[in-house]
């Protein structure tokens, strides 16, 4: 990591001309990313998890995962944002510590426990993104994900409550995972008054209808991994029952 690459990734951040980061899960699809022309790249923890034989959910060593974060930032020239779940049962300090020895800028950490998936307490986790902002100082982005809809833990009021929170405690970013309605992305946007990151993915509004809504990143999570698997699957199939593997 770099000052000047941290900074870099903090000022793409941008309501209504937001950050569009389609995850990637190893050096080659970080290139294809930067070859694209995207500004930064995020990794999935989900499809990191996979490409490396492990299940989503804290299942991967955590070793493996920062390897594979270094490997990522070694292979492009732009910052690189780290998804790294709800930190591998590491404490802040040594989080931090070795987030910043993989060359990563930003880290993004969940609000629920990825082992059973039930959500943590608002203040534990306030507490847990404090220590990681006292760590780091300005040297992470620290994207607080929000997974009050993706367990129906509550509505509206509770996902910008702990949103309020997790911005009092440190992080630049809170993410909402699956809030899809425009709406109600809308009203959660102007309730946070800070930077907001979506999930895009089928059903969800366009990116630019989410950058009318005031939207400042928007992440693909796993989706590219899985469409290149689905790509590659496709290919098999029809190459195994004799058909043309490359139509058109």
Same mark, same amino acid.
Not at 9 to 20: I, K, S, V
Not at 62 to 73: C, F, I, K, M, N
């Given at each position: 990591?770099?000052?000047?690459?941290?900074?870099?990734?903090?000022?793409?951040?941008?309501?209504?001309?937001?950050?569009?980061?389609?995850?990637?899960?190893?050096?080659?699809?970080?290139?294809?990313?930067?070859?694209?022309?995207?500004?930064?790249?995020?990794?999935?923890?989900?499809?990191?998890?996979?490409?490396?034989?492990?299940?989503?959910?804290?299942?991967?060593?955590?070793?493996?995962?920062?390897?594979?974060?270094?490997?990522?930032?070694?292979?492009?020239?732009?910052?690189?944002?780290?998804?790294?779940?709800?930190?591998?049962?590491?404490?802040?300090?040594?989080?931090?510590?070795?987030?910043?020895?993989?060359?990563?800028?930003?880290?993004?950490?969940?609000?629920?426990?990825?082992?059973?998936?039930?959500?943590?307490?608002?203040?534990?986790?306030?507490?847990?993104?404090?220590?990681?902002?006292?760590?780091?100082?300005?040297?992470?982005?620290?994207? /607080? #994900?929000?997974? @009050?809809?993706?367990?129906?833990? $509550?509505?509206?009021?509770? !996902?910008?409550? %702990? &949103? +309020?929170?997790?911005?009092?405690?440190?992080?630049?970013?809170?993410?909402?995972?699956?809030?899809?309605?425009?709406?109600?992305?809308?009203?959660?946007?102007?309730?946070?008054?800070?930077?907001?990151?979506?999930?895009?993915?089928?059903?969800?509004?366009?990116?630019?209808?989410? /950058? #009318?809504?005031? @939207?400042?990143?928007?992440?693909? $999570?796993?989706?590219?991994? !899985?469409?290149? %698997? &689905? +790509?590659?699957?496709?290919?098999?199939?029809?190459?195994?029952?004799?058909?043309?593997?490359?139509?058109?």
């Amino acid at each position: 990591m770099t000052p000047t690459r941290t900074a870099a990734l903090r000022a793409l951040h941008r309501p209504g001309d937001p950050l569009l980061l389609p995850n990637a899960w190893d050096a080659g699809s970080a290139r294809a990313v930067t070859a694209a022309g995207f500004p930064a790249v995020a990794t999935s923890s989900a499809a990191v998890a996979e490409s490396l034989g492990h299940a989503d959910g804290e299942a991967t060593p955590v070793g493996e995962v920062l390897d594979a974060v270094a490997r990522v930032v070694r292979a492009v020239a732009v910052p690189v944002t780290a998804d790294l779940e709800r930190g591998y049962g590491l404490r802040p300090t040594e989080l931090v510590e070795r987030v910043l020895a993989t060359g990563a800028a930003g880290l993004n950490l969940e609000d629920s426990d990825p082992r059973t998936g039930r959500m943590c307490d608002v203040d534990e986790q306030a507490d847990l993104l404090a220590a990681v902002r006292a760590a780091a100082g300005e040297a992470l982005v620290v994207n /607080a #994900r929000v997974d @009050v809809f993706l367990h129906g833990a $509550g509505g509206l009021d509770e !996902a910008v409550r %702990r &949103a +309020r929170r997790y911005r009092e405690a440190g992080a630049d970013c809170v993410y909402p995972i699956l809030l899809a309605d425009p709406a109600l992305v809308g009203r959660f946007v102007a309730a946070v008054g800070g930077p907001v990151n979506v999930l895009l993915r089928p059903g969800t509004p366009t990116v630019a209808e989410l /950058a #009318r809504l005031g @939207v400042a990143r928007i992440s693909l $999570g796993s989706g590219v991994y !899985a469409a290149a %698997r &689905a +790509r590659v699957g496709a290919m098999l199939t029809a190459l195994a029952a004799g058909e043309d593997p490359f139509p058109g």
